[in-house]
C-alpha cells in the first residue's frame, strides 16, 4: 500500500486545480474536501468496523448560518454525533460555485463514489507526490496562514481529540498559540 503525503499545496495552486477540473462531480468533490478539510471517508460511502455502511455527506446537511455555509458531516469515531464545519466563506468562491453546480445535477447522495475510486481520481488530479489527505492538510494551513485561525480553532475545525495532534497540519509554529491556551485554561 502507498503512503499517503500530507504536505500543503499553496492556496494559489489549489484555487488553479480546481478551477482547471472539466468534470462537474470530481471539481465539487475537491473543493467540497478542501474548503472542509475532510477526509475522503467522511464525503463519500465508508463502513464501519460493525459493517454498517454509513452514507458520506448529504446535501440536506448544509445550512446557511449567519452568512456561512455550515456542513454537518460524519465523525468517523461515533457516527450518531456529527460535528459541524464551517465550509465555505464569500470570500471563496471558487469553493462555492463547483458545489453549487454539481447540486443541481445530483441525487440526494452528493457523492456516491468507492474511497478506492476517488483517491485513485485525486492522484491524476494532483501535482506528483500529493494526495487526498494533501487537502485536508493544505486547508488547516491555509486557515492557519491566511485566515489567522489560532491553535485550538484549528483543533475544533478538523475535529481532533487534542491540540498537538491539530499541530501536525500545519505548517506554522502553532506551539505558542497552544501555550497560551493551555495557561488560560490553567488560570
Not at 499541530?167 to 506554522?172: N, P
Amino acid at each position: 500500500m502507498v503512503e499517503e503525503e500530507s504536505k500543503a499545496l499553496s492556496y494559489g495552486h489549489i484555487q488553479d486545480i480546481i478551477n482547471s477540473i472539466s468534470d462537474l462531480r470530481l471539481q465539487a468533490i475537491i473543493a467540497t474536501q478542501y474548503s472542509l478539510a475532510a477526509r475522503a471517508g467522511e464525503l463519500i460511502q465508508y463502513q464501519h468496523e460493525n459493517g454498517i455502511t454509513t452514507q458520506g455527506l448529504l446535501k440536506s446537511n448544509i445550512e446557511k448560518r449567519n452568512g456561512l455555509l455550515i456542513c454537518t458531516i460524519p465523525n468517523f469515531k461515533n457516527a450518531k454525533q456529527p460535528f459541524k464545519k464551517p465550509y465555505i466563506t464569500k470570500a471563496e468562491p471558487f469553493l462555492y460555485n463547483p458545489f453549487k453546480k454539481w447540486l443541481q445535477v445530483c441525487q440526494e447522495q452528493v457523492f456516491d463514489i468507492k474511497i478506492r475510486r476517488y483517491h485513485k481520481l485525486v492522484s491524476t488530479i494532483l501535482p506528483e507526490g500529493y494526495a487526498s489527505h494533501s487537502l485536508r492538510h493544505s486547508r488547516a494551513t491555509h486557515l492557519a496562514e491566511q485566515f489567522k485561525f489560532n491553535a485550538y480553532e484549528i483543533k475544533q475545525f478538523l475535529g481532533h481529540a487534542s491540540l498537538d495532534t491539530s499541530s501536525i497540519y500545519v505548517q506554522q509554529d502553532l506551539s505558542r498559540t497552544a501555550n497560551k491556551i493551555k495557561k488560560g485554561v490553567e488560570e
